[in-house]
């Protein structure tokens, strides 16, 4: 039987293209840690792993060093946002996404393990939320009132090129959060947060990051409808932005268009074409963001055996 994608994702599978536009800025957030700055050679095996399990068990360390670096100068911006990013990171791909493709009969293992996957996204919520009313005070307060208008404008206008990474994870954070229960009440509050923060750093850099904010910005108009800011037709124009900026190297892209387009439409061949372009995407083109194409490829390999949950029939000799 077919289950189809709502606008407003519900349930394990639902969320897993939130998981991947976080996880297309893996390579790129990482190599401006302070930690890894540091510790160049660190950087350079972590960034270059191609086994996400290794990943896995080595990412609570690069937590705990970059923690003990903040701890020295709590309010560094830089040290502020590595850290909240790997709380992020970590919550996203290597709990929240593992517990995805739990199976029903593992419930209750599946609901814990997004539970905790919640704490790292509060975590980095503490860090960055303050941060941002530190460098724009007012803004968050104003923003979650739904003030929007010229003193939201100038509020954000305040944040410049040097504040990316703070309202890319801030927003990035805020929608991990929110993916877990889309419906909850408290929720609300994201989607007057997240979009003005996503869409003042696409003003500032358009592109930067290899199409990093434009590839979030497809999830979050492809998971909401028109009236809540929403649509397909905005996230048809993130996803070419996307495309061209990441030059086709973004392997979860070719994931969000199978699951966020070809499955609400049953196209199972475009389906299909597109999970395969996801797995044919070279590391070797790009190799210091190879654990997240590594990360990407292994949800679509998971994506493609579970293939009989998407679409009503299925063409003979499909098999994944």
């Known amino acids: 039987m077919k289950k189809t994608i709502d606008l407003i994702p519900r349930g394990s599978k639902r969320s897993s293209l939130l998981v991947l536009a976080v996880l297309a800025l893996l390579g790129a957030s990482l190599q401006s840690c302070a930690i890894l700055r540091s510790v160049s050679r660190a950087q350079s095996v972590f960034l270059r792993e191609e086994d996400p399990v290794l990943a896995a068990d080595t990412f ?21 946002v590595t850290t909240a990013s790997l709380y992020v ?5 290597f709990i929240q996404g593992e517990a995805e493709f739990l199976p029903d009969d593992r419930y209750e293992e599946r609901q814990e393990a997004m539970r905790r996957s919640g704490t790292y996204f509060a975590r980095a919520l503490r860090l960055l939320e303050p941060a941002l009313e530190r460098r724009a005070p007012g803004l968050i307060k104003a923003l979650a009132a739904g003030k929007a208008g010229d003193s939201a404008s100038a509020l954000l206008g305040k944040l ?12 990035a954070a805020l929608l991990s959060e929110y993916s877990l229960d889309p419906l909850a009440m408290a929720n609300a509050r994201v989607l007057r947060i997240a979009p003005p923060l996503l869409s003042r750093a696409q003003a500032l850099e358009p592109g930067w990051s290899q199409g990093s904010v434009e590839e979030l910005l497809v999830s979050l108009y492809a998971s909401l409808p028109d009236y809540l800011g929403g649509g397909m037709d905005k996230a048809e124009l993130a996803w070419n932005q996307a495309y061209s900026y990441s030059k086709g190297g973004s392997a979860s892209l070719y994931i969000a268009r ?6 609400p439409a049953d196209d199972y061949a475009a389906f299909r074409k597109h999970i395969d372009q996801a797995l044919a995407v070279d590391t070797s083109t790009n190799p210091d963001s190879r654990l997240a194409t590594e990360l990407a490829k292994r949800r679509a390999r998971r994506i493609l055996a579970a293939q009989e949950q998407y679409f009503l029939t299925i063409p003979p000799g499909s098999a994944p």
Do not use: H, N, R
Not at 258 to 263: E, F, G, K, P
């Open 160 to 171: 410049g090129k040097a504040d990316l990474p703070l309202l890319y994870w801030t927003a």
């Open 258 to 263: 199978a699951m966020y387009w070809d499955v």
């Open 89 to 93: 990171m970590y919550g996203s791909a």
């Open 60 to 80: 609570p360390l690069l937590i705990k060093a970059s923690e003990i670096l903040l701890e020295g100068s709590p309010q560094d911006q830089s040290k502020l």
